[in-house]
């Protein structure tokens, strides 16, 4: 019997992580036509408010109810203003592991969002879900992405040759594939066990019985 991830919310102490909604259109939008997304993800140029509903009503709901993934929007506490996006893909409830990714907009880098929002969402999985595993892959020159993994703990595993294709932009706008190599990175829950900070503390887990 296939499992799926519940219907949660996440607490920390800057940051709400939830499931998207349609409210985020615009604003997953605009981050996910930023520069350093479309270099370091697959994500479609442009990216059209129609690709990010498709996403956000079709794509993320289909994954979670299938058991592949888990797709939670990243927002500030306060503001309740989308900062980014935490997914969880290539879930095996048998081995108990998934793989996860995020994206930070540019407007919010560099404010420590991205590891306390990765941290709080592998706490959940290990505490709540019982996993056991949690795997992220990164470009080999993607070195803000490779520096979230360090920060929350992760530890390096070895390297995939040739087996990512990044992006870069043409000076008359289109974009070209460059292959290079993946990093991969694991996360056991003994390694953050004595993560620094208030991110070992922060995180809270609740329903979200409003989520389809």
Known sequence: MTSTFPNISISTERLVLRPLDEDDIP???EM?????VGAWTDAPQPYTEDRARSWITE???AERAAGRGLDLAVTEFLTQRLVG???????????RSTEMSYVIAPWARGEGYASEAALATAQWLFGDQKFERVE??????NTAAQQVA???G?????????ACI?????????WNDVRTDYIVWSLLPEDIEGADGPLADTGQFSAYPDWN
């Open 166 to 174: 990044a992006r870069v932009r043409a000076d008359d706008g289109t």
């Open 136 to 141: 992220l892959r990164t470009a080999a020159d």
């Open 150 to 152: 360090q920060k929350i």
């Open 32 to 36: 996910m036509n930023d520069e350093q």
């Open 85 to 95: 996006t935490v997914r969880l893909t290539r879930t095996d409830w048998h081995v």
């Open 59 to 61: 794509h993320a709901p």
């Open 154 to 162: 992760c530890i390096s595993e070895g390297v995939l040759r040739g």
């Open 27 to 29: 604003a997953l939008a």
